[in-house]
């Protein structure tokens, strides 16, 4: 039987780059993915690293997100040396566009919203917006700048870390499913792969919208998929500096010229298919922002599945079951968040103390309300 000290279920930028920290602080790390690593969320997503709130609910998020920004250029850097390859990190800002005839306000709002949070922004006329952006359509309102946001190439970052993984010793095993936990009584024992056992003293479920299909961990990583639809324009003549936020699309420029465009999310289970009405949707935001885009060349149309949760916050951390840990529930942000979850799980492992606030992404908190409402109910 094979035996290491951490054992992770999935390689994608969550499972991959929790290896890799391991490893580095001299573990026998195995990473198992039941395909080639890295070829879910984490090779369909759009790559913004920004803090700041999309709703309300996103808010109990954001010091984490914070810390997980300032972890990313060291991050990067770190990976780009070991791996000897580009993340292609974009250190450019973000700009929200304002469109509203209340412009005046909802600016204002969103800048106390910001500054409250201790979150950079800058309000922006429409001239100003126009100058930093020239090819955004013209009658906006006003714009919010976010200096301190940025953008990685997700498909390159996540190549960058499995091969720094596999540099720092980790043995990566494609093309093996994990089907459960290895549980005795309260103890994880390490994992079940579609073909053996394997026994390790950390075992780090670390399998995106996929965590709840492995037996044993279901409980305490309730997710689901969340499916997101992205498109990838070229076009010569668009000139696009920094990620744009529109009322309905973001635009996300590359380092290689091409533009992302995206992205739908749609509670469909696992399917995966592009649909008409979802590349329409993006195709006219994206144009409706950027009118030049309309002479795009339409390069990639693509589909990935988000994991969220029942409270769409991450679920990090301990379990009840001595030895298991999780890792997921990153839904719309794991690209940002993967340096902070790392570093919280290596912490975990190896100092079973953390350095923040995590009280809140427990996975035992599901487990918490189950016996509150059953209680209830009686
Ligand atoms: C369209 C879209 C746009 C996004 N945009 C952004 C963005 O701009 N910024 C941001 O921060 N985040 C964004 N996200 C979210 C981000 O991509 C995800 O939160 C993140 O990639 C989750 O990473 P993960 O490693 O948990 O999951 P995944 O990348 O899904 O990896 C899970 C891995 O587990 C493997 N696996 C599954 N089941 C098993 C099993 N039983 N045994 C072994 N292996 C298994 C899979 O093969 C896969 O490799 C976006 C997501 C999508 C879909």
Redesign the pocket.
Known sequence: MKTFDAAI???????SSIALELARAGLHVAL????E??????W??????SPAPESPAMIGMVPLGKASMALYPEFVQMVEEISGQSAGYRAKGTLEVVTSRHAREELSTIIALHHGLGLRAEPLSAEDACQLEPSLREDIEAAVLRPAEASVD?RLLTRTIVESARKSGVEVFANQ??EQIWREGDICEGLITSTEKVSAKHTVI?????SA??QGAERYAPVVPAR?Q?ISLRCASARIERVLWGDEIYLVPRNDGRVLA??TVEYAGFDKTLTAGGQRKLLNAAIDLVPELEKAQLEEAWV????DSPDHLPILGPTDLQGLIIA?G????????TPITARLIREWITLENVSEQWDRFSPMRFEAARKQTHATAN
Do not use: W, Y
């Not at 670390?206 to 996929?210: E, K, V």
């Not at 990935?304 to 994991?307: A, D, S, T, V």
């Open positions: 279920a999935g390689g994608g930028l969550i499972g198992f993915d039941k395909q690593p890295g070829l879910e969320a984490s369909a997503s759009a790559g913004i690293l997700n499913r994990v670390a399998a995106g919208c996929f299909q492995i997101g992205m995206g992205a990935g599945l988000r994991p997921t990153h839904f719309r942000s794991g690209v940002l968040l």
